[in-house]
């Protein structure tokens, strides 16, 4: 399972609480957010843009202390977050001066 | 009983007001979305609990929200608001292409007739319609595909598509209007569309009979006589009485031309409302005033409304989608602010009162009559 912590405004709109358990069928970005989509619709387009698929400008990825945003979609996510041990966090820049 | 409910965008949600027929005491509940800008948010007129909303971000893009219970409780629908086919360029600031690219939903116009067909008018210019109650929208690329589309230019606001209006017994005619291209009209359901801007004179457009470039800020009709359009332009009142092939002036005695909202009285529709705003460079109103304007002979001849506004040290400014109107006998007008308060007139605008004065900044008011 991977644990993935949203930020306030994609809770309300996911309307859930607290940190999520995806099962996912490869432990990357791309399968964790796919999985995140299919499980709450509601986020689709949110967090990556519907077109392209890639994450949104203002929206980033942390885990384990690492900034993951600049990293493909497709590479394998750190082994703490894998086993569990560590959330995904989806997080809103902080930005806007 | 009757009442009112009137549904307020704001820079950081959405409010819904309410009021028996009286207008004197309101209940507010919201926000809705708090922290979303919801630039706009209507009922539909063939199921009035039906409310949309469109709440969206710089962080978290652009979702659409639909209540089934008048306005209480939210659920997300579908957001996916992708251009058809090779989107294309149209001119940027400078003049040079720029892709069109999806940035926001500016405004929802729900069906007269079904509740599931709503059409969204969004930046960069583009009319969508749903036709499944929001699950999926599909774009009327006609409009964008028309043959001026290249040419359009933003405004200072983003090149949005901003005002949409239905006529109310033929659903082949549709018109909308785009900052800063013009007004277009459909008569077949927007599949083909074509400028009407004929007798527009935009400063700093060189060719007077220019087909596009018309900064047109908003339009309005009167159900009961849907060839007559009003319209508010970056500078001018315009009129049409023949469902926008041509337009004359109808500015008159108004202190400056310029504003953003236009609309029609409920039962007369030769009484147009407007707010004088100083000027495009300073985006409040004359004086310090707040002051709507009335016309009771479809334009030309207007008069202040005073009563109730602040007419000193008012600096704020009324956006385009933030006056209304409702059908009841007296007919009511309000205003929403950039200062965050929203204004109601229950007789037609010879008096008002706030109903609240500090919500975020109002992007968009409007108003369903109950039963």
Known sequence: ?97 | MGGVRVLVGTRKGAFVLTSDERRRDWEVAGPHFGGWETYHLKGSPADPDRIWAAPSGGWFGQVIQRSEDGGRTWSPVGNDFRYDGVPGTHQWYDGTPHPWEFARVWHLEPSLTDPDTVYAGVEDAALFKTTDGGASWSELSGLRRHGSGPHWQPGAGGMCLHTVLLHPTDEQRLYTAISAAGAFRSDDGGGTWRAINKGLQSGGIPDPDAEVGHCVHNLAMHPDRPDVLFMQKHWDVMRSDDAGESWHEISGDLPTDFGFPIDVHAHEPDTVYVVPITSDSHHYPPDGRLRVYRSRTGGGEWEPLTSGLPQENCYVNVLRDAMAVDRLDDCGVYVGTTGGQVYCSPDGGDSWAPIVRDLPAVLSVEVQTLP
């Open chain 1, 1 to 97: 399972m991977i644990r993935v912590v949203l930020p306030a405004h994609l809770r309300a709109l996911a309307k859930v609480q607290g940190e999520l358990a995806l099962e996912c069928p490869d432990a990357t970005q791309r399968a964790v957010l796919d999985a995140l989509e299919a499980r709450h619709p509601a986020l689709r387009g949110t967090i990556r843009d519907p077109a392209t698929g890639r994450r949104r400008a203002f929206v980033r990825f942390f885990a384990c202390r690492e900034d993951l945003s600049h990293l493909s979609p497709d590479d394998p996510l750190p082994d703490p977050v894998v086993r569990g041990e560590e959330p995904l966090l989806v997080v809103g820049a902080m930005a806007g001066g």
